[in-house]
């Protein structure tokens, strides 16, 4: 970084940095979702998407911290993913869309806000199929 060169670290410290911020970012989300007086609304529990809830022993702290169930979430494999996009760090991306072409299909009337959500969506639509014949 910077130009600066290459330094080791031990890896017990590493680990010790990425638990401090992971302890710290989830106690700044629970604290969020209490203020919002959300935590009963998701009392089923929490799901962790995204690459960071690969991270081993995440769930774990992130049911310290929230006092809930978590679970990693990955993406379902009916929607027709090839197993290289299966995996936690895609789910945000799939998910929207999923999201974005079952809204798409959803959608009755145009205004001209829906012209709008219906370009979007037709972009989205384009890149879904070209995923899939990618995979």
């Given at each position: ?57 995440l769930v774990e702290l992130a049911e310290k911290a929230f006092n809930m169930p ?43 806000a829906n012209k709008i959500v219906g370009s979007v969506g037709n972009a989205i ?11």
């Amino acid at each position: 970084m910077g130009g600066r060169g290459e330094k080791e670290v031990p890896r017990k410290l590493l680990a010790q940095i990425i638990y401090e911020r992971m302890n710290e970012i989830l106690t700044l989300v629970d604290k969020d979702l209490r203020k919002a007086k959300l935590e009963k609304v998701i009392g089923a529990g929490v799901v962790i998407t995204g690459g960071a809830s690969a991270v081993e022993g995440l769930v774990e702290l992130a049911e310290k911290a929230f006092n809930m169930p978590v679970r990693r979430g990955v993406p379902k494999q009916s929607v027709g993913l090839g197993e290289s996009l299966a995996m936690p760090a895609y789910s945000t991306g799939v998910g929207l869309l999923c999201y974005a072409a079952k809204d798409k299909r959803n959608t009755k009337r145009e205004t001209g806000a829906n012209k709008i959500v219906g370009s979007v969506g037709n972009a989205i639509s384009r890149f879904w199929n070209f995923i899939k014949n990618y995979i």
